[in-house]
């Protein structure tokens, strides 16, 4: 028997979860010789989401609950799914319907079949704003720049892991997880499979424009020091446009001794060099912060409530 683990980070998703588990129970028990565990955490304290989670592990014991303190954000509450996987391949998916469940097979098997790590689902025609699109396509590319993504790999939130992937992951302690950039520098045999878009059941999207920001600021600055050498580059151009500006005001000076001082031009190179220093210096700053957060041994998440924990039933 071939246990399949679904790992599903909810948020304000109460009135979505019940048909997207409906419908992964039954996609899975159609193949025989498979079976499943689902994992279900909230991510959103405060709303009916664990609710309708409670409801749904008192219904099935193979759905285990997991209830954060706080909101974590989507990233760390796939890192707190990690230590209740009991299944021989881990998928990830949303809450919300988007992602086709009749398609898991075509994720799982690459993994169990062809050896691979993990195996993202690739959306050719997703059912986003152009905003959210644009912002996808662009991040996708800083990483492959930074060395955080494979080249030729789209990322998505729909994939399948190997059990050296979770293995891996369960390592990860960091306060600021970037699973794809650390996987990254871990493995190397990734894949995609094309399948389509659906619309969401209910709602909207919850992924502000801040979020996106803090989100893309992660993978950005984790697992690479190539942002820092930028910032190294930039402040020797700068430092060689000024001193060129300078070298051809004081000639300039020279040439022509009525010439005003050049006040405009004066300001507006102090202006854009500072700027500039000081982008660098923020930039700086939130490796510096990080670091700091890091080895003060800041958790990843706090956990308040769980239901259908598999160490409990092993215990009995």
């Not at 979860?17 to 039954?26: K, N």
């Not at 398609?103 to 959210?132: C, M, Q, S, W």
């Not at 690479?224 to 446009?241: D, E, Q």
């Amino acid at each position: 028997m071939i246990t399949i683990t679904v790992a599903i980070p909810c948020y304000r998703s109460a009135g979505t979860i019940g048909p997207v588990v409906d419908e992964l129970r039954r996609v899975i028990l159609s193949r025989e010789g498979y079976d499943y565990q689902l994992i279900l955490v909230n991510d959103s304290p405060g709303d009916d989401t664990f609710s309708a989670i409670a409801g749904l592990c008192k219904a099935d014991e193979k759905i285990v609950g997991v209830d954060l303190s706080r909101n974590f954000g989507q990233t760390t509450a796939k890192m707190a799914a990690l230590p209740y996987v009991t299944g021989d391949v881990l998928v990830y998916m949303d809450d919300d319907g988007q992602h086709p469940a009749d398609r898991i097979f075509d994720l799982t098997d690459k993994v169990l079949n062809e050896g691979y790590d993990l195996v993202y689902a690739r959306f050719p025609h997703k059912h986003h704003n152009v905003f959210k699109r644009f912002t996808s396509w662009l991040n996708g590319r800083v990483l492959e720049w930074n060395g955080s993504k494979p080249r030729g790999i789209a990322l998505s939130s729909y994939c399948a892991l190997s059990k050296t992937a979770i293995q891996a992951l369960q390592q990860y302690k960091s306060p600021f997880p970037s699973m794809g950039g650390y996987l990254s520098h871990v493995l190397c045999r990734y894949a995609n499979v094309d399948m389509p878009h659906r619309d969401r059941i209910a709602g909207r999207s919850n992924y502000t424009l801040r979020k996106m920001l803090a989100l893309w600021l992660t993978g950005f600055t984790n697992f690479s020091t190539v942002p820092l050498r930028l910032a190294a580059v930039l402040g020797l151009i700068c430092a060689l446009v000024g001193f060129i500006t300078a070298l051809a005001v004081v000639i300039r000076k020279l040439i022509n001794p009525a010439i005003a001082a050049g006040f405009t031009t004066s300001i507006a190179l102090q202006l854009g060099i500072g700027g500039v220093i000081m982008a660098l210096l923020g930039l700086c700053g939130e490796y510096i912060g990080r670091i700091y957060m890091t080895v003060s041994n800041m958790p990843q998440y706090q956990v308040r409530h769980t239901l259908n924990d598999p160490a409990d039933k092993s215990e009995r």
